[in-house]
Nanobody
Framework: QVSLVESGGGLVQAGGSLRLSCAASERTFSSYHMGWFRQAPGKEREFVAA????????NYADSVKGRFTISRDNAKNTLYLQMNSLKLEDTAVYYC????????????WGQGIQVTVSS
């Protein structure tokens, strides 16, 4: 069982930056691929970014490519999402998630954290 806790959300003006963190309870954090997802009001949850267990491979949704950067520090059991050039449409609850190395789905989810971008 992996417990995930997001932090770093809040209110920011359009064009600004935020960095989200996701702290994992599991000492074998490096045994999981990790991802960020978000859900805006009235919309379905959508994929934002993913990173493999070592940090050597990343993947992004087209909507955030070039603006967001996913990274991880396995020594600190922490996942990050650096968000730059934020847009109004980035407003959502952001979730981190963990996927076992042989799993096909994300098995563990954080509680989510609000990011609000204002004009």
């Amino acid at each position: 069982q992996v417990s995930l806790v997001e932090s770093g959300g809040g209110l920011v003006q359009a064009g600004g930056s935020l960095r989200l963190s996701c702290a994992a309870s599991e000492r074998t954090f490096s045994s999981y691929h990790m991802g960020w997802f978000r859900q805006a009001p009235g919309k379905e949850r959508e994929f934002v970014a993913a990173i493999n267990w070592s940090g050597g491979s990343t993947n992004y949704a087209d909507s955030v490519k070039g603006r967001f950067t996913i990274s991880r520090d396995n020594a600190k059991n922490t996942l990050y999402l650096q968000m730059n050039s934020l847009k109004l449409e980035d407003t959502a609850v952001y979730y981190c998630a963990a996927q076992g190395l042989i799993a096909s789905v994300y098995d563990y989810w954080g509680q989510g954290i609000q990011v609000t971008v204002s004009s």
